[in-house]
């Protein structure tokens, strides 16, 4: 029989295909540095400057100071190996610029196609935060605000572009926030906006746009440049917008949730399951596209002008949508055969107040995650809709409004319970999340339960259950929240951790649980009176659950990692440990006696400077109790003056985890022609012959845990992990 370690040696390195280079910038940095993280640039400019296809760039946390704008990046990733731009691990980069108002003072300018932009904080630019021109881009998880004009814009960059084949395409902006953006004029600056010049194929998804002086969305097009393509709206939230988070509001600005066109051209744009309130004017208008834009399952409610403003001659089609709360009547043109809920129009329903778990909003950034425009059990809107393209429900039949009620994938009620437990220096989250799919988690935190104001201070992984605040000063009182998909917030938690200031040891070989080395952990801390601090982490069960540390040795080398626990016969044998994001070792843990902690080691290759290390559960169940990690004596040393990089395939998987389906991106260069998928005691679950450069396959089948992929041809073979939600 096969040893299993073995067996994974042989699939995790059996082909090294291809290089990919991380890049650091900090606050601190240089640019004559190496851009390595322990010698990171200064500036973002130097980073793209030698960036490639694959590559990654990781802005540390703190403000950058913009010295000039805009930054125009015209790069090119490719669709199996998109250029990133992401905050590293859970910290927080601010991109600021100067705050002085020109129309060619713009902050990004990403002209380039197949980026990937995530976590990233964009403000004070003198027009546009950024201004989305090329194809095929991801921003997700970024906040612009406080810019001069629209936060983030969807438009040509060069005027020689005249079509709208060469106008921004098939570009997705995924749990954005935008807010506080402002123009002197009143008249420009929205949250988002996709107007004048725009290609197909774009979506907005889980975004908020409040509190900006001109429109939360912008699809307005003229008519000397053309019509725009369709633009889907999905999932988003306009709130308070003609008016900023400080009181001041404008003059002439247009104030509406969504602007969705204008009378130069008929555009069929798609707005599902999107929610406008209060914002200065209108909810929702066509603003004379008298196009058929799809209205499906949309909720408007007290906004100052119309809930709906729609204009004569026009043919759009209504689904499933609620109005409530306006003196005015809504004005509607086209198909409202469906079922829906309108002022003046209810079609056989009432709203009022009882049909809501609550009229009172949440915080500016998630709004409903109170319950705010949840439906009550009860209501008659619950399954009271029709079957739509796109809608998924709970029920017999769709729900009336944007927010689905019930407990499916589908939709239902949103819900994230948090609470906080102090310990010595640091404070220890944990979280339930109900009625979600989650795609993407933050941890915040205040000295006060106001939530505006209040910090991101990690991003953490949608699976992620628990998080440890090791920047905790000893008696001062912290509030937290969790942040899920850019719009849904849980309750505010509150702890006081206990102790000496600090967060623990910064420095020694070992790294104990209230080390401020120990970054994160998904799961709690355990009590033993045996353990070297009196606590263990105990991990979630479930495989993909990590522990990660921070470790900065004095030289490069390699190190002995010996590891202390705990574990019973019932609990996984083995986990994986990880060095700086590279390929994943096994590391067998030995059965213990009753609650006794056992010693095991193994080699690791460390640079100099901040190492990151890895503990991630390899299967569903229990896994052993962590007392603490140590770095022993080097005994061998690198070439400093050699560059080391790690080899990363070029083969693209996602989404990892997934829970139903598993998409394979081959580049065209790789001549493979079977893959498979293996479990974690070697057994072939799944094969399949004759694949392609893009291949979608449906593992609802498999169990949860961790599997590997096998990609092979006649000459050779590669290998990937994911993880089964």
Known sequence: MKNIFSFMLVFLFSSITAFATDYYVAPNGNDSNSGTIS??????????????????????????????????????????????VYAYGSEIPVLSFNDTESSSNRGIVLDGNYWHWKGITIEKAGDNGMLLSGNNNTIENCIFRKNHDTGLQLSRYSSSATTISQWPSNNLVLGCESYDNKDSTNENADGFAAKLTVGTGNIFRNCVSHHNIDDGWDLYS???????????????????????????????????????????????????????????????????????????????????????????????????????????????????????????????????????????????????????????????LIDAGVTSSGITYNGSSPDLGAIESGASSGGGTAEIILTASAGNSLVNLNWTINNLTVTGLEVYRDTDSDPSGRTRIAQVSTSTRSYTDNSATAGTTYYYWIKANASINSNAASATPSGSSGGGT????????????????????KAYSNADNGNAINLANSAGKQIVWNYA???????????????????????????????????????????????????????????????????????ADIDWIEFGSSTSKFDDTKTVKESVSLVSLYPNPSQSVLNIEIPETKNYNSLSIVNMSGVEVLKRNNITTHNTINI??????????????????????FIKE
């Open 39 to 84: 010698s990171p640039f200064a500036t973002l400019n130097q980073a793209l400057s030698v960036v490639s296809p694959g590559d990654y760039i990781y802005l540390r946390g703190g403000i950058y100071t913009m010295a000039s704008s805009p930054i125009v990046i015209t790069t090119n990733g490719t669709s199996s190996a998109n250029i990133h």
């Open 222 to 380: 003229k008519t000397d440049t053309g019509a725009i393509g369709v633009v889907t709206i999905e999932n988003c939230i306009a709130h308070h917008n003609g008016s900023l988070t400080d009181g001041v509001t404008s003059g002439g600005g247009d104030k509406n949730g969504y602007k969705l066109g204008s009378s130069a051209h008929q555009v069929n744009h798609i707005v599902r399951r999107c929610i406008a309130f209060q914002n200065g004017k209108h909810g929702f208008t066509d603003n004379g596209n008298i196009g058929s834009i799809e209205f499906t399952n949309n909720t408007s409610y007290n906004n100052d002008g119309y809930n709906w403003h729609t204009r004569d001659g026009a043919t759009h089609i209504f689904k499933n949508n609620v109005s409530f709360e306006n003196s005015t009547n809504d004005r509607l043109r086209g198909d409202t055969s469906a079922p829906n809920s309108f002022v003046g129009a209810t079609g056989g329903f009432t709203v009022n107040s009882s049909d809501f778990v609550t009229l009172s909003m949440g915080s500016n950034a998630h709004p409903t995650s109170n319950g705010f425009l949840n439906l009550q059990s009860g209501s008659d």
């Open 506 to 525: 910064t420095s020694g070989n070992r790294i104990e649980d209230n080390d401020s080395r120990t970054i994160s952990y998904d799961g709690s801390l």
């Open 553 to 623: 040795p004095a030289s490069s080398g390699t190190y002995q990692l010996t590891l202390r626990y705990t574990r019973k016969s019932t609990m996984n044998s083995s986990v994986f440990i990880a060095v700086n994001n590279g390929s994943n070792q096994t590391l067998t843990l030995p059965e213990t006696s009753s609650s006794a902690f056992a010693t095991v080691s193994m080699s690791v290759t460390l640079n100099s400077g901040t190492n990151v290390i890895q503990l991630t559960t390899n299967s569903d169940g229990e896994s």
């Open 700 to 721: 609802d089948s498999l169990a949860k845990g961790t599997y590997i992929l096998k990609l092979a041809s006649e000459s050779t073979s590669e290998t990937k992990i």
